[in-house]
């Protein structure tokens, strides 16, 4: 079995577990972990979780004072998505001082 599956089988078997708990905060916290390439928005999340509106933005609100989700606008991400993408766009930020940096450099050795 390659790692990916058993990552997925072990991810479904947790999700699966935590359903069966009921806690509606930590349903919805795994599906935000899992769901790396989206940013649902509270709809989608009323989708697959089976629960009602006004639980679901309780639920969001907890999830958000414990640091745990984060939205922007109407879209919801984990913390861990989050801080991902804010890594990358400093880095790439980063590269592009670096880029224009030595652009500079350049431009500059060329003139003298």
């Given at each position: 079995m390659k790692t990916s599956e058993i990552?997925?089988?072990?991810?479904?078997?947790n999700a699966l577990k935590i359903k069966e708990?009921?806690?509606?905060?930590?349903?919805?916290?795994?599906?935000?972990k899992?769901?790396?390439k989206n940013?649902?928005?509270?709809?989608?999340?009323?989708?697959?979780s089976g629960a009602h509106e006004e639980d679901v933005k309780?639920?969001?609100?907890?999830?958000?004072?414990?640091?745990?989700?984060?939205?922007?606008?109407?879209m919801y991400m984990h913390i861990n998505q989050y801080n991902k993408l804010k890594e990358n766009t400093i880095l790439e930020q980063e590269g592009s001082i670096c880029r224009r940096?030595?652009?500079k450099v350049?431009?500059?050795e060329n003139l003298f």
């Amino acid at each position: 079995m390659k790692t990916s599956e058993i990552c997925k089988e072990y991810f479904s078997h947790n999700a699966l577990k935590i359903k069966e708990k009921g806690e509606l905060k930590d349903i919805i916290e795994e599906y935000l972990k899992r769901n790396l390439k989206n940013y649902p928005n509270i709809k989608e999340i009323m989708s697959y979780s089976g629960a009602h509106e006004e639980d679901v933005k309780r639920a969001l609100e907890t999830l958000i004072s414990e640091d745990k989700v984060f939205i922007i606008g109407n879209m919801y991400m984990h913390i861990n998505q989050y801080n991902k993408l804010k890594e990358n766009t400093i880095l790439e930020q980063e590269g592009s001082i670096c880029r224009r940096s030595i652009l500079k450099v350049l431009i500059l050795e060329n003139l003298f």
